[in-house]
């Protein structure tokens, strides 16, 4: 099979609503290029008509190709599988919602042909969205540029063109708690950015509401920054500090107004809850680093994919890690060896 120049991957969950458009625009944006190209639609557990729309248009355009999970994996493994099946000479990842305009591939387009490696897109205005979204969304972006080891741009997604020589490196890094925008930051390689206005969502809903956005930016911090480790030797400082400075204070103010001042449990017990507070605290922050380490050490697969089309029964993964296989392919329909 010859290889297409172009992969646009693109996660579905819930989405029968935008596939048909989605499908339409990328067609005629990638059309206008006069190169080959595929659509590779990756349907993680979606409970409404989505498998059907999907399983629709491979039937009627062999350029699209379908994966179907076993059940929902999340957006982020989603995009994982996406990645390891495409086969073209650039990647580019998409959402379905139709928030980031496929026109703008065009534009990522220019700059991979010029040269750089990876084509990010920055959000320079984001529309449709409450004003406690776009502060959270601005919050989240500068913490993570503040204390993560890598320079993940800022205001930016997962919508990207990445070259097949940075896709092969991300296909050797199968951690659980994925990031991929902080992933493809660490790998390197030359990189740049292009400006666009982000649309409202076209149907549907959000699937990142705020518990799950919290997740998420949790899984960002830990997986790039030992930050949160890091502050506990500040406060156990500023703690020690306050202890040495508060027993001469108490031991002076007893002598000088008398035995019953500081008297009586209270103070004591005001202090031993607040200290019990941050301990409990700093053990559920280690307890969440040993969270991941024991999901690696498990070594599950990513991903189960119960059946895909116009697919290799295979993703392109030349996996060098230890342990299990990084997938589990459960069956496979409409095969193109």
Not at 119 to 148: D, H, P
Not at 176 to 187: A, P, Q
Not at 223 to 228: A, E, R, T
Not at 250 to 270: S, Y
Request: glycine letters at 6%; hydrophobic letters at 40%; aromatic letters at 14%.
């Amino acid at each position: 099979m010859t290889q297409p120049t172009y992969s646009i991957v693109a996660p579905i969950y819930n989405e029968e609503g935008n596939i048909p458009l989605l499908y339409d625009r990328i067609s005629q944006v990638m059309n206008s290029t006069g190169e080959s190209w595929e659509l590779v639609l990756v349907n993680d557990g979606s409970k409404d008509r989505s498998p059907e729309l999907i399983r629709e248009l491979c039937e009627k355009d062999n350029r699209v190709k379908g994966i179907f999970f076993a059940r929902n994996f999340g957006h982020q493994i989603a995009v994982t599988a996406g990645i390891d099946y495409a086969s073209g000479r650039a990647v580019v990842l998409i959402d379905a919602d139709l928030q980031d305009p496929p026109e703008v591939i065009l534009e990522m387009i220019e700059r991979w042909k010029a040269g750089y490696e990876v084509v990010y897109a920055v959000r320079a205005e984001r529309r449709g969205e409450s004003k406690f979204k776009l502060w959270t969304a601005k919050l989240f972006y500068r913490i993570i540029y503040r204390i993560t080891d890598v320079n993940i741009p800022l205001d930016t997604g997962d919508f990207r063109l990445m070259d097949e020589r940075v896709v092969r490196v991300l296909r050797q890094m199968r951690e659980h708690n994925r990031f991929i925008r902080g992933m493809t930051s660490w790998v390197g390689f030359k990189q740049t950015g292009v400006n666009y206005i982000r649309e409202a969502r076209y149907s549907g809903e959000t699937k990142y509401p705020f518990r799950k956005m919290l997740r998420f930016a949790w899984d960002a911090v830990t997986g790039f920054s030992y930050f949160p480790l890091q502050v506990m030797i500040y406060f156990s400082g500023l703690f020690g500090f306050l202890a040495m400075m508060t027993v001469p204070i108490i031991a002076l103010l007893r002598i000088t107004q008398g035995e019953e001042f500081f008297g009586g449990q209270a103070t004591t017990i005001v202090l031993l809850l607040l200290m019990s507070a941050f301990q409990l605290f700093f053990l559920f922050i280690m307890g969440q680093y040993v969270a991941r380490i024991y999901d690696e050490t498990r070594d599950r697969p990513l991903y189960v994919v119960a059946n895909t089309a116009n697919l290799p029964d295979k993703p392109n993964i030349s996996y060098r890690g230890q342990g299990h296989s990084p997938y589990l392919v459960a069956d496979t329909a409409n095969i193109d060896e």
